[in-house]
């Protein structure tokens, strides 16, 4: 068995010529500290981001992007298709885990300050990565074409629309016309299996080509002690695989065990549903606008909500290059505080949208 | 046979054997399911010449019953033979050429509209498109 | 700027036409019982009040086109002139409203449709004939349809919207001290509630479910006497009338002089009819007159037990399907189709009142085979489920050796380095 496996190996390797790829891999070194744990997470969110794109795959053999068969054929795949159930409840839910654990990722970096010099594009497409992520799960939320989806659809382009000046436009752009129809669903369905997947995958491109070529950010505690190392390939490589595993069974058990729903088909006729909210990862930008009275001081309250969040989003973004301390390597407190306040502000917002159903009503 | 050797051959070879756990339903997947489409959106509802005119037939569109009709004109017409009133199924009556719901005396003309009773809305109607030997009958647009 | 001479004559024409115009104005609008009405308070203060929201308000009418007097008039006394009738006696009501709603030329300027034999219809009701009598405790036009504030009963709000009928009889009707001298009973509303009818009308809002007015008529009320009762409920159940009256029971009831289906079902209280209404058990109808032994009592158990049977069958596979979407599988197909079962059960219970055995077992078979085809799908669900399950168990299985592998693994790695 060695033998063959070695000849093949001798004869890819003179055509490929692996040598430079194997030493480079041999030499690549993962500090080991008491923060390494959280170094697993930008992995398993590639491992996550992989079985998203191979259900996907195997979704578009059997789904139609039409309002009269969106939600037939869903129907169709969870009913009829041979472990079609188990294809699509995989996706459904490994794209809400795949969010929760890129907020955790960005959390971790961001406290551990990996941000800093050299990595600040690491951290600005990791951001874009983020935000393109979201709009996957925005877009393809509507796919099903289910009560929840339209109405939730609805909702979050509402309130795109609502930004100033460039809002109805833009809200116009994104549904393909006035209002969520036929337009929208195959614009959505665009966003999602060619234009969102083409931009992730030149941004994962250049984020995981930054992490080999930089290495482990080691955090300013620990980098002046001396810490152990292990080799990249293999023992990282096999300690990634057992947290790959651990998710596997955890998404297996989910969805065996809560299946996700079909759903009722959209009627655009009927009244929005009570209590109508977009998917959780927007919950927490959902419910301060819900909470934020009509006029504060001269200004419109939605509009000042909508103008902090994106302020708010371009200090995230540009905190490599804001954080001072931190670019020299020196203890920054200040930002971890922020980072803590972002952080319970979102968690509380969405455990409010939850907990206090009818908010802001 | 070394410790080394046998952990090295426990894992390849129970990743082999979870591998094909994995590929063995995605191949069930891909091969074709038996109900070969989602959505029946065209049903052969009759035979040309099975109905005599001014007569009706009832047949399964899906999950719900519609009802085929040959009117007294020679015109088929197909529409929903579910009752927009409580969901009993309607029943072509020649004595008027009407579709009549004997639940509670809900009546509908040829074209679905509601022409006396309790029924709020008017029936679905269908396309009918006559091929060869088989009359098919479609959802509209 | 320049004045010209036209300008001036336009202005002079304009001002003089005002000044002609003002008064008319003022006098069109000026209503003096409303002005002094809502100054007073309570009782003399809602009528003013309430006509701002009544149908006549809106055709034009007002305060003198029923009680007399002159509205322009601010003083009292010169207001309440020799036209003025003030308040109408309850026994003088009816012909009041009639004075304009009989008059057929007259309604015809205002709404052309709208029926003008009110009053000769009130004169057959039971309320027209006792307040002939002298009786003024019945019920008058004002009673139902109120007074300042009347409107169309096609107006949700209005006291004759289908909705709110009910509660404008049992104002009356319901009231056991009220009605003592009268010695009908008052539960009729309270009986209504509970009936199948009331739930279309008020859960529902199927505003073609009967109330008060749909059986016992409104201007005309009288209860239908035994013969009638058959016809009343016929209006919305035509198909079991017609069974009923092919079936042998017809004969039977007329000769006994019973009436048609309320002996069965009630009147008030008219409630979804379960099978529980058939057989020999307590409770069933059939008892009521086939006595042990006969062919009524066999016929009655027969049915009882298909329908039983039937209805076991559709209630084990809705159970199945509940089990099987529980744990997770999709079965709104065969939900579908058990919806369609229940359709043939609604059919078949209609099939009872025409007592035709074969007919109803001919139906009921039609049930049948689809039901075979429900509880297929169901087992093939259950069955799907506990696939799932077992495959991940394997999948878990062999993930969790995979895992302890690597554990193992990585620990020798550890060791080694």
Known sequence: MNRFARNIYAYLDERFKFEGLIAYSKHKKVPEHEYSFWYYFGGISLFLAGIQIATGIMLLLYYTPSIDAAHESVQFIMSSVKFGWLIRSVHSWTANILIGILFVHMFSTFFLKAYRKPRELTWITGFFLLVLFMAFGFSGYLLPWNELSYFATRVGTDIAGSLPLIGPWLKTVILGGPSVSQATLSRFFWFHVALLPLAAFFLMAIHVLLVQTLGMSVPIKIKDKTHKEISFFPDFIYKDALGWTLILVLIGVVCVFLPWEVGKKADPFTATPLGIKPEWYFTFMFTTLKLVPGHVLFFEGEQLVILAIMVGAVIWLLAPYLDRKAARDKPSPFFTWLGIAILLYIIVLTVLTYAVPRIGQ | ?141 | MKETAMTKRLIFLAALTGLVLLPAAVFAQKNSCLECHRGLDAELKAPAVGFAGDVHQEFGLSCKDCHGGNPAQDDVDKAKDKTFKGAPKRAAIPELCASCHADAAYMRRFNPSLRVDQLSQYATSRHGQLLKKGDAKVAVCTDCHGVHGIQTAKYPKSQTFPWNIPQTCARCHSDAAYMKPYGIPTDQMAKYKESVHAAALFDKKDMSAPTCNSCHGNHGAVPPDVKSIGSVCRQCHPSTGDLFAKGPHKKAFDDMGLSECEACHGNHKIVPPTTAMLGTADGSVCLQCHDKGSKGYAAAGELRTLFDGFESRVAANAAVLDVAEKKGVEVSDPVYKLKDVNTVLVSAKNLVHGLSLPDIKKKLAEGDSTLTDVEKAGQNALDEAKFRRKGLIIATFFLALFGVALFFKIRSMHKAG
């Open chain 2, 1 to 141: 046979m070394n410790r080394r050797r046998f952990i090295n051959l426990f894992t390849g070879g129970s990743f082999a054997a979870t591998l094909a756990a994995f590929l063995y339903p995605v191949i069930r997947y891909v091969l074709p399911p038996k109900q070969a489409e989602a959505v029946q959106k065209k049903v052969a509802a009759a035979k040309v010449g099975e109905l005599a005119p001014n007569s009706a037939k009832i047949f399964k569109f899906g999950s719900t019953p519609a009802v085929l009709i040959n009117t007294s004109e020679g015109k088929l017409v197909a529409l929903s033979a579910v009752c927009t009133h409580l969901t009993c199924t309607v029943t072509y009556e020649t004595s008027t050429g009407t579709l009549y719901c004997p639940c509670h005396n809900g009546r509908f003309d040829m074209a679905g509209h509601v022409i006396s009773g309790p029924p709020p809305k008017p029936l679905e109607v269908y396309d009918v498109e006559v091929a060869g030997p088989d009359i098919f009958v479609a959802k509209r647009g």
